[in-house]
Nanobody, 126 residues
């Protein structure tokens, strides 16, 4: 079992920045591929970013709408994954969820992730 707790959400003006954190407890976080999803009111949960780790190093993946603005990173020693969000837009407003799943499963599919945090609200005002 892996328990995930997100933090760092809040209210920010358009163009601003936030950094989300996801702290994992239980089994070692390094055994899983962590990712971030978000869900806006009335919309389905959508993939935002993920990071995998192999002997050759980390690989990151992003949905097109956040490329160049968001950065996902992980600190295995702290069992924590981060999502640095810059140049935020009102359309980024959503509840952001941290997730962890097998690195063998599709990256952008919510069903590929076995463990989820409770979510943290991000609101971007125009």
């Amino acid at each position: 079992q892996v328990q995930l707790v997100e933090s760092g959400g809040g209210l920010v003006q358009a163009g601003g920045s936030l950094r989300l954190s996801c702290a994992a407890s239980g089994r070692t976080f390094s055994n899983y591929r962590p990712g971030w999803f978000r869900q806006a009111p009335g919309k389905e949960r959508e993939f935002v970013a993920a990071i995998s780790f192999s002997w050759s190093g980390s690989r990151t993946f992003y949905t097109d709408s956040v490329k160049g603005r968001f950065t996902i990173s992980r600190d295995n020693a702290k069992n924590t994954v981060y999502l640095q969000m810059n140049s935020l837009k009102p359309e980024d407003t959503a509840v952001y969820y941290c997730a962890a799943g097998s690195d063998l499963q599709p990256i952008a599919v919510a069903g590929s992730y076995d463990y989820w945090g409770q979510g943290t609200q991000v609101t971007v005002s125009s």
